[in-house]
């Protein structure tokens, strides 16, 4: 009997969706051992049934063995298809960073509902200002929250998109009634650049310059980007970019700085203050960091980051 | 006493949106609805925030096309900084982006839009999806994967990541390319070219020659388009150029970017989160009646296809003209969304390859230091779903003071609305509702692939 999977998503971009399909060649294999029940993106299963004549007020989705849900919380329908994942699946996976912590949606915890909705309906050079949205819309909950800030969550799988060798573990794990395996280090564990250690940086650059490489060379060759002056959030972000197969972190072998995707090392770490403190203890000076609250920019929910409070007159 | 039909989620498209159908005592349409049923707010998250950073963080707005927003983000922030780009910079932006519209393009024709016409759009909804492809067409289902799939790593193998991306960057692009590695994308991009003309061929057999006029009729409606041409020779461009709107009696006008809020406005409804784009600068307001519409255009690639004057590569040319000689300039069936996508990926592929033929895109320096500052900037490219606009303002240290962005889906907002009644009020026609006929309202809906 095939595995029974549901999938949904919430506050989210489809990327998580996309790195699904990205298991290529695997997915047509997994699609053997997994039956999809309920996807939004690949299969026309209906809240309302078929006809679209069920009750408004109460979905439906099919009974699956595993739930996967990526996203996070931000209205009163996503709140309720969460729970409804919760009692129809038997295990629960939050895949993507959106889900696990809030992920970039989650930024606007920064700011109130009636400041974005200010925003959003009666600002900017090409809205014709109108009241705030009211029907059928579903109303919004005052912030972005993780799925577990309000369903008991069975499996991690965090990243942005997760990478889909964590992707194809994790289903074939379930399909197999085992554990999955999964990395456990931070991204510098996983980065082949060359670490000299000697703390001679006062400042973090904004990114604005390339750091220093030869193209001609691997990345092996490369000084660390945050040894370069450049913020780098390696040392505070989960492992897992890098694939099982060895590659480098992805942003790496781009030759750009980390920026925190699969969200803290361990799971309730906080990015923010574990750079911070990571700069501070290496001697840079944090003031010049741009945008502090932006070390947060993949985990802002489990209140985390909170509405800013009235701009400061400038010079404070 | 009328009653309501409610569709949700509506699938095999990217969001969260809902189809209601009001119907009357004798079943008949009375009044229809695509909502749009999340926001999540990036114009007001990115205020304050180093502009720099920008292209990073937006590209989350959409999972499907992040280079698109990674590339007008850029650009936008570019413009705020008065960067220039280098040449070989501004190559590799092109290429990546382009290469982007061709995964995308073989994503949602065959695992979107193409059970509709494979497994037929009334086919049980348990195989009417790719699963159903597989096992109906196991070759062909194949042979569509492996070439996505290659297509992702192309992108994955030279910028390191395909799904939000990073490797653009202020002032340009942010490692260059490699002479051998030029030659072997160029390789590949060869056989993705092969495989788009064979995606042509087989839809023009297979999904194409079964257009009946019903089918053609599906969701159609008469409205004009927004795309981006090449200034002086109105070609069709996907990375840069001018933007031109289109009336529906085919007469148009080309603006820059930066004129783009003299010429479209948004209207808010009490009953969708999203906005709905309207052609402003022809001063009629937006009305959404099936008969009289206002101020309507569409996006996307029908749009691109009926604005553009010619296309600068030889098969998409070719192509070009025989969807000319069929259905006229511009063309409005809606169902020709798909038709005009396979063009878009013979010109996708075919401008890849040329692209990569340059050994020019390896020399020379891909990017400049940038210096953040006060300034404006809007950057536009085309995404699979339609233009895309960024606009920021940035403050004297550089950080986003206001943004405000249109995406690319967001311009059909008001086209769709109208695709779901004008394909409602046929297939639903006294009352008799059948899945088939609300699949048929939301195969409207997929020809804009939202
Ligand atoms: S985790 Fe990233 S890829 Fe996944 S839904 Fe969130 S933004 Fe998209
Ligand atoms: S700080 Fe960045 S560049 Fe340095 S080792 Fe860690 S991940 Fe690599
Ligand atoms: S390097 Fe950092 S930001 Fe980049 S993909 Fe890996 S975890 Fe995400």
Redesign the pocket.
């Known amino acids: 009997m095939a595995l029974r999977v549901a999938e949904e998503w919430l506050s989210s971009c489809s990327g998580c969706e996309i790195a699904i399909l990205n298991l290529g060649a695997g997915l047509l294999e997994l699609l053997r051992r997994i039956e999809l029940v309920h996807i939004p993106v690949l299969l026309d299963h209906k809240y309302f049934g078929p006809l679209g004549d069920g009750d408004p007020d109460h979905p439906d989705i099919p009974e699956a063995e595993v739930g996967i849900i990526s996203g996070g919380v931000r209205d009163r329908e996503q709140l309720e298809t969460a729970k409804l994942m919760r009692q129809r699946c038997g295990t629960i996976v939050a895949l993507g960073t959106c889900a696990t912590h809030g992920g970039i949606p989650a930024l606007i915890n920064q700011s109130t509902n009636a400041e974005l909705f200010e925003r959003y309906y009666r600002g900017g050079p090409t809205t014709d200002p109108g009241p705030d949205p009211d029907q059928v819309v579903p109303p919004m909950l005052e912030r972005t929250y993780a799925l577990d800030e309000h369903i008991t969550v069975d499996l991690y799988l965090p990243g942005c998109p997760p990478h889909p060798d964590q992707i194809a573990e994790a289903l074939t794990a379930l399909v197999q009634g085992r554990d999955p395996v999964l990395p456990r280090k931070?991204?510098?564990d996983t980065?082949p650049?060359i670490?000299e250690g000697k703390g001679q940086l006062s400042q973090v650059a904004r990114l604005v310059d390339s750091p220093k490489f030869d193209p001609d060379q691997p990345l092996s060759q490369m000084r660390?980007?945050?040894?370069q002056g450049l913020l780098?959030?390696?040392?505070v972000?989960a492992a897992g970019c890098a694939g099982s197969r060895e590659m480098a972190?992805r942003c790496?072998s781009a030759r750009v700085?980390?920026r925190g995707c699969y969200g803290p090392v361990r799971r309730q770490g906080n990015q923010m203050l574990d750079m911070l403190n990571a700069l501070a203890s290496n001697g840079v000076e944090l003031g010049s960091l741009a945008d502090r609250p932006g070390l947060l920019r993949f985990s802002g929910a489990h209140g985390r980051l909170r509405p800013r409070p009235a701009p400061r007159k400038s010079g404070e | 006493m009328g009653r309501t039909i409610n569709i949700q989620p509506v699938t095999r498209i990217e969001g969260h949106a809902r189809v209601s159908i009001q119907l009357d005592d004798q079943g008949r349409v009375t009044d229809s609805q695509l909502h749009v049923m999340a926001m999540r707010g990036f114009e007001k998250f990115i205020e304050g925030r180093p502009a720099e950073e920008v292209p990073r963080i937006v590209t989350r707005i959409c999972g499907i096309c992040p280079w698109m927003h990674h590339s007008a983000s850029n650009k936008a922030v570019d413009a705020c900084f008065g960067a220039e780009v280098p040449p070989a910079g501004t190559a590799l932006r092109e290429l990546t982006q382009v290469m982007a519209h061709i995964n995308d393009k073989i994503l949602h024709f065959f695992f979107l839009a193409a059970p509709d016409f494979v497994m037929g759009a009334g086919a049980d909804y348990q195989v009417r999806n790719i699963m159903g492809i597989v096992q109906a067409a196991p070759e062909l289902a194949e042979r569509v994967v492996k070439m996505r799939q290659a297509g992702q790593m192309m992108l994955e193998k030279f910028t390191g990541k395909a799904i939000h991306p990073v490797a653009m960057v202020p002032g340009g692009f942010a490692k260059p390319m490699s002479d051998a590695e030029r030659r072997e994308l160029l390789d590949q991009a060869r056989e993705q070219l092969e495989f788009a003309r064979f995606c042509m061929d087989y839809a023009k057999e297979n999904v194409f020659a079964q257009l009946d006029q019903a089918a053609l009729e599906l969701g159609q409606i008469t409205t004009g388009f927004l795309g981006t041409v090449d200034s002086e020779s109105g070609t069709l461009e996907l990375f840069d150029g001018v933007l031109r709107l289109m009336k529906p009696d085919g007469s148009y006008h080309d603006f820059t970017y930066r004129q783009y809020a003299d010429h479209l406005g948004e209207q808010v409804v009490p009953w969708s989160y999203g906005k709905f784009p309207y052609a402003k600068s022809w001063g009629e307001g937006l009305a959404m009646d099936l008969d009289n519409p206002k101020g309507v255009y569409r996006a996307n690639t029908l749009a691109r296809i009926n604005v553009c004057d010619h296309i600068a590569t030889p098969l998409a040319q070719a192509e070009l003209e025989e969807f000319r000689a069929n259905f006229g300039r511009p063309a409005q069936s809606t169902t020709l969304y798909h038709w005009a996508r396979l063009i878009e990926l013979v010109y996708a592929c075919e401008r890849v390859v040329e692209i990569l033929e340059d050994p020019a895109i390896c020399k020379g320096a891909v990017r400049r230091p940038v210096k953040p500052g006060a300034g404006r900037g809007v950057g536009c490219v085309e995404a699979p779903r339609g233009t895309l606009i960024h606009d920021y303002t940035t403050d004297d240290d550089g950080l986003i003071a206001e943004a405000n962005m249109i995406v690319g889906t967001t311009h059909n907002l008001a086209p769709m609305n109208m695709s779901v009644r004008a394909a409602a009020e046929a297939v639903i026609n006294g009352g008799q509702v059948t899945a088939e006929a609300l699949n048929k309202v939301e195969m409207a809906i997929r020809c804009y692939d939202p």
């Open positions: 931070s991204v510098c980065c650049t670490r660390c980007l945050l040894e780098c959030m390696g040392p972000t972190p790496l700085p980390c």
